[in-house]
Protein backbone atom coordinates (compact mmCIF):
# COMPACT_ATOMS: atom_id res chain seq x y z
CA UNK A 1 0.00 0.00 0.00
CA UNK A 2 1.13 3.29 -1.02
CA UNK A 3 -0.17 6.04 1.15
CA UNK A 4 1.88 9.60 0.76
CA UNK A 5 2.03 9.96 4.58
CA UNK A 6 4.34 13.03 3.60
CA UNK A 7 1.72 15.14 2.47
CA UNK A 8 0.36 16.70 5.81
CA UNK A 9 -2.87 18.33 3.94
CA UNK A 10 -3.84 17.95 0.47
CA UNK A 11 -4.60 20.58 -1.62
CA UNK A 12 -4.98 21.65 -5.19
CA UNK A 13 -1.17 22.07 -5.57
CA UNK A 14 -0.78 18.80 -4.24
CA UNK A 15 -2.64 17.01 -6.72
CA UNK A 16 -0.68 19.09 -8.89
CA UNK A 17 2.30 18.09 -8.00
CA UNK A 18 0.60 14.64 -7.84
CA UNK A 19 0.01 14.51 -11.72
CA UNK A 20 3.61 16.10 -12.16
CA UNK A 21 5.76 13.44 -10.41
CA UNK A 22 3.20 10.44 -12.25
CA UNK A 23 1.49 9.75 -8.92
CA UNK A 24 -1.58 8.53 -8.90
CA UNK A 25 -4.80 10.54 -7.12
CA UNK A 26 -7.33 8.38 -5.03
CA UNK A 27 -10.59 9.98 -4.59
CA UNK A 28 -14.29 8.64 -3.41
CA UNK A 29 -17.25 10.18 -2.46
CA UNK A 30 -18.43 10.51 1.18
CA UNK A 31 -21.67 12.71 2.85
CA UNK A 32 -21.29 11.92 6.42
CA UNK A 33 -19.44 12.59 9.42
CA UNK A 34 -18.41 8.83 9.96
CA UNK A 35 -17.40 7.82 6.31
CA UNK A 36 -15.49 10.78 5.85
CA UNK A 37 -13.71 9.92 9.37
CA UNK A 38 -12.45 6.46 7.96
CA UNK A 39 -11.41 7.43 4.54
CA UNK A 40 -9.43 10.57 5.83
CA UNK A 41 -7.51 8.18 8.21
CA UNK A 42 -7.36 5.61 4.96
CA UNK A 43 -5.35 8.22 3.51
CA UNK A 44 -7.76 8.92 0.49
CA UNK A 45 -6.32 11.96 -1.36
CA UNK A 46 -9.74 13.67 -1.90
CA UNK A 47 -13.17 13.35 -0.42
CA UNK A 48 -16.28 14.47 -3.35
CA UNK A 49 -19.31 15.17 -1.34
CA UNK A 50 -20.56 14.04 -4.51
CA UNK A 51 -24.56 14.69 -5.47
CA UNK A 52 -24.53 11.33 -5.71
CA UNK A 53 -26.36 11.80 -2.37
CA UNK A 54 -29.04 12.49 -4.14
CA UNK A 55 -29.13 8.52 -5.02
CA UNK A 56 -27.39 6.94 -2.64
CA UNK A 57 -28.48 9.11 0.76
CA UNK A 58 -32.01 10.32 -0.27
CA UNK A 59 -32.90 7.66 -2.28
CA UNK A 60 -33.73 9.61 -5.58
CA UNK A 61 -33.73 7.95 -8.77
CA UNK A 62 -31.48 10.85 -10.07
CA UNK A 63 -29.05 13.75 -8.79
CA UNK A 64 -31.57 16.40 -9.86
CA UNK A 65 -33.42 17.00 -6.41
CA UNK A 66 -30.95 17.75 -4.25
CA UNK A 67 -30.70 21.36 -2.91
CA UNK A 68 -27.75 23.18 -2.05
CA UNK A 69 -28.86 23.24 1.65
CA UNK A 70 -28.93 19.19 1.62
CA UNK A 71 -24.94 19.28 -0.10
CA UNK A 72 -24.09 22.16 2.67
CA UNK A 73 -25.71 19.95 5.49
CA UNK A 74 -23.70 16.87 4.12
CA UNK A 75 -20.68 18.71 3.38
CA UNK A 76 -20.32 20.33 6.91
CA UNK A 77 -20.66 16.89 7.97
CA UNK A 78 -17.51 15.59 6.31
CA UNK A 79 -15.35 18.43 6.83
CA UNK A 80 -15.87 18.37 10.53
CA UNK A 81 -14.21 15.04 9.94
CA UNK A 82 -11.34 15.46 7.89
CA UNK A 83 -7.93 16.11 8.37
CA UNK A 84 -5.92 15.57 5.19
CA UNK A 85 -7.80 14.92 2.79
CA UNK A 86 -9.05 17.65 0.63
CA UNK A 87 -12.90 18.13 0.48
CA UNK A 88 -14.36 19.41 -3.02
CA UNK A 89 -18.51 19.52 -2.70
CA UNK A 90 -20.23 19.40 -5.85
CA UNK A 91 -22.59 22.83 -6.93
CA UNK A 92 -26.18 20.90 -7.38
CA UNK A 93 -28.57 21.12 -10.41
CA UNK A 94 -30.08 24.51 -10.64
CA UNK A 95 -27.61 26.27 -8.95
CA UNK A 96 -25.24 27.79 -11.28
CA UNK A 97 -26.14 27.10 -14.81
CA UNK A 98 -26.73 30.08 -17.16
CA UNK A 99 -26.70 32.51 -14.08
CA UNK A 100 -23.22 33.31 -12.98
CA UNK A 101 -24.28 35.16 -10.13
CA UNK A 102 -25.84 32.20 -9.38
CA UNK A 103 -23.40 30.21 -9.04
CA UNK A 104 -21.11 32.27 -7.38
CA UNK A 105 -23.76 33.06 -4.35
CA UNK A 106 -24.21 29.04 -4.57
CA UNK A 107 -20.17 27.86 -3.79
CA UNK A 108 -19.57 31.42 -1.77
CA UNK A 109 -22.53 29.37 0.49
CA UNK A 110 -20.68 26.25 0.27
CA UNK A 111 -17.11 27.37 0.87
CA UNK A 112 -18.64 29.58 4.13
CA UNK A 113 -21.13 27.19 5.56
CA UNK A 114 -19.80 23.97 5.07
CA UNK A 115 -16.07 25.06 5.34
CA UNK A 116 -15.06 22.81 1.66
CA UNK A 117 -12.27 23.23 -0.08
CA UNK A 118 -13.15 23.47 -3.25
CA UNK A 119 -16.56 23.14 -5.55
CA UNK A 120 -17.69 21.22 -8.52
CA UNK A 121 -19.96 21.59 -11.34
CA UNK A 122 -20.76 19.81 -14.86
CA UNK A 123 -20.31 21.07 -18.13
CA UNK A 124 -17.97 22.77 -20.87
CA UNK A 125 -18.49 25.84 -22.63
CA UNK A 126 -22.05 26.24 -21.29
CA UNK A 127 -21.17 27.22 -18.07
CA UNK A 128 -17.75 28.76 -18.74
CA UNK A 129 -19.29 32.11 -17.68
CA UNK A 130 -20.33 30.37 -13.83
CA UNK A 131 -16.61 28.74 -13.74
CA UNK A 132 -14.91 32.47 -14.32
CA UNK A 133 -17.24 34.24 -11.90
CA UNK A 134 -16.69 31.60 -8.81
CA UNK A 135 -13.28 31.57 -9.86
CA UNK A 136 -12.63 35.03 -9.62
CA UNK A 137 -13.73 35.05 -5.72
CA UNK A 138 -10.86 32.92 -5.14
CA UNK A 139 -12.49 29.39 -4.87
CA UNK A 140 -11.15 26.65 -6.64
CA UNK A 141 -13.42 24.82 -8.65
CA UNK A 142 -13.14 21.12 -10.75
CA UNK A 143 -14.81 20.91 -14.02
CA UNK A 144 -16.69 17.52 -14.96
CA UNK A 145 -17.08 16.42 -18.21
CA UNK A 146 -18.59 13.30 -20.23
CA UNK A 147 -21.36 11.53 -18.95
CA UNK A 148 -22.70 14.25 -16.15
CA UNK A 149 -25.96 12.71 -14.50
CA UNK A 150 -27.39 16.47 -13.81
CA UNK A 151 -27.89 16.05 -17.81
CA UNK A 152 -29.61 13.00 -17.88
CA UNK A 153 -32.64 13.58 -18.99
CA UNK A 154 -30.74 15.48 -22.12
CA UNK A 155 -29.01 12.03 -22.87
CA UNK A 156 -31.64 10.53 -22.25
CA UNK A 157 -29.73 7.08 -20.88
CA UNK A 158 -26.39 6.52 -18.57
CA UNK A 159 -24.69 5.00 -21.69
CA UNK A 160 -20.85 5.79 -22.41
CA UNK A 161 -20.39 9.18 -23.78
CA UNK A 162 -18.68 10.60 -26.68
CA UNK A 163 -18.09 7.11 -28.84
CA UNK A 164 -18.74 9.34 -31.70
CA UNK A 165 -16.60 11.65 -33.13
CA UNK A 166 -17.99 15.00 -33.08
CA UNK A 167 -18.69 14.49 -29.21
CA UNK A 168 -15.75 13.94 -28.82
CA UNK A 169 -14.05 16.69 -30.28
CA UNK A 170 -16.22 18.83 -28.20
CA UNK A 171 -14.80 17.12 -24.93
CA UNK A 172 -11.34 17.86 -26.01
CA UNK A 173 -12.24 21.26 -26.76
CA UNK A 174 -14.17 22.02 -22.97
CA UNK A 175 -11.11 19.87 -21.64
CA UNK A 176 -8.83 22.51 -22.75
CA UNK A 177 -11.04 25.10 -21.56
CA UNK A 178 -11.51 24.56 -18.31
CA UNK A 179 -7.82 24.36 -18.13
CA UNK A 180 -7.57 27.80 -19.44
CA UNK A 181 -10.18 29.32 -17.30
CA UNK A 182 -8.67 27.86 -14.46
CA UNK A 183 -9.97 25.15 -13.11
CA UNK A 184 -7.90 22.41 -11.04
CA UNK A 185 -8.94 19.37 -12.40
CA UNK A 186 -11.64 17.68 -13.58
CA UNK A 187 -13.86 14.72 -13.69
CA UNK A 188 -13.94 12.77 -17.08
CA UNK A 189 -16.78 10.48 -16.36
CA UNK A 190 -17.77 7.14 -18.57
CA UNK A 191 -16.13 8.33 -22.01
CA UNK A 192 -13.81 5.93 -24.04
CA UNK A 193 -10.31 5.14 -22.10
CA UNK A 194 -8.58 6.04 -25.43
CA UNK A 195 -10.34 9.42 -25.40
CA UNK A 196 -9.68 9.68 -21.34
CA UNK A 197 -5.90 9.35 -22.25
CA UNK A 198 -5.82 11.69 -25.19
CA UNK A 199 -7.38 14.38 -22.80
CA UNK A 200 -5.10 13.51 -19.84
CA UNK A 201 -1.88 13.71 -21.92
CA UNK A 202 -3.25 17.36 -23.59
CA UNK A 203 -3.80 19.17 -20.05
CA UNK A 204 -1.29 19.92 -17.51
CA UNK A 205 -4.38 19.53 -14.84
CA UNK A 206 -4.90 17.06 -13.61
CA UNK A 207 -8.15 14.57 -14.82
CA UNK A 208 -9.72 12.14 -12.62
CA UNK A 209 -11.77 9.44 -13.85
CA UNK A 210 -14.82 6.99 -13.05
CA UNK A 211 -15.27 4.55 -16.04
CA UNK A 212 -12.59 6.25 -18.16
CA UNK A 213 -10.06 4.11 -17.94
CA UNK A 214 -6.10 3.64 -16.25
CA UNK A 215 -4.54 6.24 -17.56
CA UNK A 216 -6.48 9.16 -16.18
CA UNK A 217 -4.17 10.77 -12.92
CA UNK A 218 -6.84 10.11 -10.38
CA UNK A 219 -9.91 6.92 -9.93
CA UNK A 220 -12.93 8.32 -7.91
CA UNK A 221 -15.75 5.78 -7.06
CA UNK A 222 -18.76 6.54 -5.13
CA UNK A 223 -18.42 4.96 -1.90
CA UNK A 224 -21.54 2.99 -1.46
CA UNK A 225 -20.63 1.23 -4.41
CA UNK A 226 -17.24 0.18 -4.06
CA UNK A 227 -18.10 -0.99 -0.57
CA UNK A 228 -20.90 -3.14 -2.01
CA UNK A 229 -23.71 -1.08 -0.20
CA UNK A 230 -25.96 -0.89 -3.13
CA UNK A 231 -27.40 -3.51 -4.48
CA UNK A 232 -27.72 -4.56 -7.83
CA UNK A 233 -25.81 -1.48 -9.68
CA UNK A 234 -22.95 -3.33 -11.40
CA UNK A 235 -21.72 -1.27 -14.20
CA UNK A 236 -18.16 -2.43 -16.15
CA UNK A 237 -16.26 0.27 -14.55
CA UNK A 238 -17.46 -0.58 -10.90
CA UNK A 239 -14.97 -2.85 -8.97
CA UNK A 240 -16.49 -3.54 -5.45
CA UNK A 241 -13.92 -4.31 -2.22
CA UNK A 242 -16.40 -5.37 -0.04
CA UNK A 243 -20.37 -6.85 -0.27
CA UNK A 244 -21.64 -4.71 2.83
CA UNK A 245 -25.44 -5.08 2.07
CA UNK A 246 -24.69 -8.70 2.46
CA UNK A 247 -22.63 -8.32 5.94
CA UNK A 248 -24.99 -5.66 7.41
CA UNK A 249 -27.77 -8.43 6.62
CA UNK A 250 -26.42 -11.34 8.20
CA UNK A 251 -25.63 -8.73 11.03
CA UNK A 252 -28.87 -7.43 11.71
CA UNK A 253 -30.37 -11.01 11.17
CA UNK A 254 -28.07 -11.89 13.91
CA UNK A 255 -29.26 -9.26 16.02
CA UNK A 256 -32.76 -9.85 15.58
CA UNK A 257 -32.13 -13.31 16.27
CA UNK A 258 -30.69 -12.90 19.47
CA UNK A 259 -33.31 -10.29 20.74
CA UNK A 260 -36.47 -12.52 20.03
CA UNK A 261 -34.34 -15.47 21.84
CA UNK A 262 -33.70 -13.61 24.76
CA UNK A 263 -30.13 -13.67 24.50
CA UNK A 264 -29.31 -9.85 24.12
CA UNK A 265 -28.73 -8.28 26.10
CA UNK A 266 -26.85 -10.76 28.50
CA UNK A 267 -26.06 -10.35 32.26
CA UNK A 268 -22.36 -8.82 31.19
CA UNK A 269 -24.16 -6.28 28.91
CA UNK A 270 -27.04 -4.88 31.83
CA UNK A 271 -26.29 -2.57 34.91
O1 LIG B 1 -21.73 12.90 -7.59
C1 LIG B 1 -20.78 12.12 -7.70
O2 LIG B 1 -20.62 11.18 -6.93
C2 LIG B 1 -19.85 12.35 -8.80
C3 LIG B 1 -18.86 11.26 -9.09
C4 LIG B 1 -19.52 10.10 -9.68
C5 LIG B 1 -17.74 11.76 -9.91
O3 LIG B 1 -19.90 13.34 -9.43
Not at 32 to 55: C, E, F, P
Not at 101 to 125: D, F, N, P, Q
Not at 209 to 228: R, S, T, Y
Not at 238 to 248: G, V
Request: with cysteine.
Amino acid sequence: MSINRDIKRVTTHVLQAMKTRGEKIAMLTAYDYSMATILDDAGIDVILVGDSASNVMAGHETTLPITLDQMIYHASSVVRAVKRSLVIVDLPFGTYQGNSKLALESATRIMKEAGAHAVKLAGGAEVANSISRILSAGIPVMGHLGLVPQSIYKFGTYAVRAKEEAEAEKLRTDAKLLQELGCFGMVLEKIPATLAKEVTESVQIPTIGIGAGQNCDGQVLVVHDMLGLTKGFTPRFLRRYLNLFEEIENAVHGYIKDVKAKDFPNEQEQY
